[in-house]
């Protein structure tokens, strides 16, 4: 990753931090020398990286939005990457899937984005799945749901550009980190190969980098060729 993306001194906020694509973005960060805050509900599964300016321990299903941004109202983040989500298959847990899949990163959008607005613009960028183009696994609809929720945007998304605050959305496939693929998994991926976790991580920082002035209410596809 030896593009210069311009990130120096940028500071982000990274939500769901306890994946290994959380990690990967870190050490990215750390790259491009940007800073940024980590907001995780498992602590016992990131190391925080060199930049990490503060480590949050949150609930998910209990979490203070409005409180949160207002943190920021006097050094907002330049970006927001929310990686936060759930997949609980049991009906009783659709109103939580949506909470932690969507709702919360749209509160945080309209908490954030004025701040931003202020401070010269800003950059959100969350994540969908293959799963919201062809339906899922079976008993996923609420997961499903949730994440086509994600690649809805909003006249209020469009109207933020014109303060140069971009918002976008990738749409990941299964990720070569994931250790517990099915072999006959790949035989329905027309380029054969899980996604390179390094790849996705570069395209964030491109999304959410000043290099990128026009992408914006986009989903970016990185399924190959699902």
């Given amino acids: 990753m030896n593009s ?57 299903l209990q979490f203070d939005t409005s ?9 907002p983040p330049y970006a927001l990457i929310y990686l936060a989500a759930m997949r609980d298959i049991q009906s009783t847990s659709w109103h939580d899937v949506y909470l932690i899949n969507h709702k919360t990163y749209a509160e945080l959008r309209i908490g954030l984005s004025p701040l931003m607005a202020k401070a010269g613009g800003g ?40 303060n140069n605050i971009l918002t976008n959305v990738i749409q990941l496939g299964v990720l070569n980190s994931n250790k517990s693929v099915n072999p006959h998994r790949l035989d329905l991926i027309p380029t054969k190969s899980l996604i390179p976790i390094t790849e996705v991580s570069f395209m964030s920082l491109l999304l959410c980098s000043p290099k990128n002035t026009c992408i914006t209410c986009s989903t970016i596809c990185m399924t190959g060729g699902e």
């Fill in 4 to 60: 210069d993306l311009t990130l120096k001194g940028k500071h982000f906020i990274i939500v769901g931090a306890s994946s290994e694509l959380a990690l990967n973005i870190a050490y990215a960060l750390d790259h491009h020398q940007a800073t940024y805050d980590v907001v995780t509900r498992k602590l016992d599964r990131i190391c925080p990286t060199n930049n990490c300016k503060r480590f949050i321990h949150y609930d998910p």
């Fill in 67 to 75: 409180t949160f941004c207002s943190e920021y109202f006097n050094s």
């Fill in 123 to 162: 950059r959100f960028l969350a994540y969908s799945s293959s799963g919201s183009k062809y339906g899922g696994g079976e008993n996923k609809t609420n997961y499903t749901l949730s994440k086509q929720l994600l690649e809805s945007f909003t006249k209020e998304d469009k109207k933020m550009a014109s």
